[in-house]
């Protein structure tokens, strides 16, 4: 299903999640990206965290330029202005 979890990438990661919490990475530093490995901790950035009530496929994004984080808005195919 696409590239594996750990660098950022061209386009969404997308993840069957099951029902649960996750952290979404904003540092970029996560050895696990899209999600938070704790690497911010002292950078005083934090991870965007997220609630799924049931099992659901999440795209999220990966790019970090979406407009909607943490999810994938498409904004990775836009070119640069």
Known sequence: MGTPPGRKQPGPFVDDCAAGKYA?????HSATYPYC???H?????TPLKVVFERS???AWCA???TGTPPFCDGSHRRSPA
């Not at 979404?24 to 970029?28: D, G, I, K, Q, S």
């Not at 901790?41 to 950035?45: A, D, K, P, T």
């Open 24 to 28: 979404w990475c904003r540092c970029a």
């Open 56 to 58: 659901c496929r999440v």
């Open 41 to 45: 901790r002292g950078s005083g950035i």
């Open 37 to 39: 490995d704790g690497a």
């Open 63 to 65: 790019c970090g330029g």
